[in-house]
C-alpha cells in the first residue's frame, strides 16, 4: 500500500453532524400542548418506574410467587393435578370417540338397507364426483351465458349448500326481501 493510503486512514477524521442526521427517536417527545387527559391515561397504564409494586391493569405482580405457592403447596400436588387433567381429557375423548362410532355404524347400517331396498339409489348416493366435470349441456349452456352468470355457475359446486342462500336469521335484512331474485338453473 502507498503510505499516502496508510497516512489517510490514520489520521484522525472528524465527523460533522447536521442537525437533521441526530437521532430523534431516541429523544424525548416534546409535548405538543394536546388534550391533557391523554397524557394522563398514559401515565396511568403505563407508569414510569415499575419496581416493586404491581401494574395498575394488573399484568404483573410480585406476590405471583406466593399466590401459586398457596394455591399449589407442592410439585406433588401440582402433578396430581396434572394428571387428573390428563385424565379428564382421555375421558371426553374416549366418549367422543364412541359416540363417533356409533354413529357410523348407524349410517353404515342405513346404507346396507338402501342397498337391500334399492341398489340404484345406493349407486347413486356412493357415487364419486368430479366437481369440476361439465356436462355436456352446462357446456352449451356456458356458451350463451353472460360473464357474471358464467363465474356464479362456476362458483356453484355441486353437493354443496348454494351460496346465494342466506342463513336464517331473527331480524329481516336491512335492505328487505328482494322479489326480482331466482336461483340460478344447474342443468343435470
Same mark, same amino acid.
Given at each position: 500500500?502507498?503510505?499516502?493510503?496508510? =497516512?489517510?486512514?490514520?489520521? $484522525?477524521?472528524?465527523? @460533522?453532524?447536521?442537525?437533521?442526521?441526530?437521532?430523534?427517536?431516541?429523544?424525548?417527545?416534546?409535548?405538543?400542548?394536546? *388534550?391533557?387527559?391523554?397524557?394522563?391515561? @398514559?401515565?396511568?397504564?403505563?407508569?414510569?418506574?415499575?419496581? $416493586?409494586?404491581?401494574?395498575?391493569?394488573?399484568?404483573?405482580?410480585? /406476590?405471583?410467587?406466593?399466590?401459586?405457592? &398457596?394455591?399449589?403447596?407442592?410439585? #406433588?400436588? &401440582? #402433578?396430581?393435578?396434572?394428571?387428573?387433567?390428563?385424565?379428564?381429557?382421555? &375421558?371426553? @375423548? !374416549?366418549?367422543? /370417540?364412541?359416540?363417533? @362410532?356409533? !354413529?357410523?355404524?348407524?349410517?353404515?347400517?342405513?346404507? /346396507?338397507?338402501?342397498? !337391500?331396498? *334399492?341398489?340404484?339409489?345406493?349407486?347413486?348416493? =356412493?357415487? #364419486?364426483?368430479? +366437481?369440476?366435470?361439465?356436462?355436456?349441456?352446462?357446456?352449451?349452456?356456458?356458451?350463451?351465458?353472460?360473464?357474471?352468470?358464467?363465474?356464479?355457475?362456476?362458483?356453484?359446486?355441486?353437493?354443496?349448500?348454494?351460496?346465494?342462500? !342466506?342463513?336464517?336469521? /331473527?331480524?329481516?335484512?336491512?335492505?328487505?326481501? =328482494?322479489?326480482?331474485?331466482?336461483?340460478? +338453473?344447474?342443468?343435470?
Amino acid at each position: 500500500m502507498s503510505t499516502s493510503l496508510l =497516512n489517510a486512514s490514520k489520521a $484522525n477524521l472528524t465527523l @460533522r453532524t447536521s442537525p437533521s442526521l441526530a437521532r430523534s427517536y431516541a429523544a424525548k417527545p416534546e409535548s405538543q400542548g394536546g *388534550d391533557p387527559r391523554r397524557e394522563v391515561i @398514559r401515565r396511568v397504564l403505563y407508569p414510569s418506574q415499575l419496581r $416493586n409494586r404491581p401494574t395498575p391493569v394488573g399484568t404483573w405482580r410480585s /406476590d405471583v410467587g406466593r399466590a401459586i405457592q &398457596h394455591a399449589i403447596p407442592s410439585k #406433588q400436588a &401440582h #402433578q396430581t393435578i396434572e394428571r387428573a387433567w390428563l385424565l379428564h381429557q382421555r &375421558h371426553v @375423548r !374416549k366418549q367422543r /370417540d364412541t359416540e363417533l @362410532r356409533r !354413529k357410523f355404524e348407524c349410517m353404515k347400517k342405513a346404507m /346396507d338397507e338402501l342397498e !337391500k331396498i *334399492d341398489t340404484r339409489l345406493y349407486l347413486e348416493a =356412493n357415487r #364419486q364426483e368430479d +366437481p369440476r366435470a361439465r356436462s355436456r349441456t352446462e357446456v352449451d349452456l356456458i356458451k350463451t351465458l353472460k360473464t357474471s352468470e358464467v363465474r356464479v355457475l362456476e362458483a356453484r359446486i355441486r353437493g354443496l349448500f348454494p351460496r346465494e342462500l !342466506k342463513i336464517p336469521t /331473527d331480524t329481516p335484512s336491512r335492505t328487505g326481501w =328482494n322479489y326480482e331474485s331466482r336461483p340460478f +338453473p344447474r342443468p343435470l
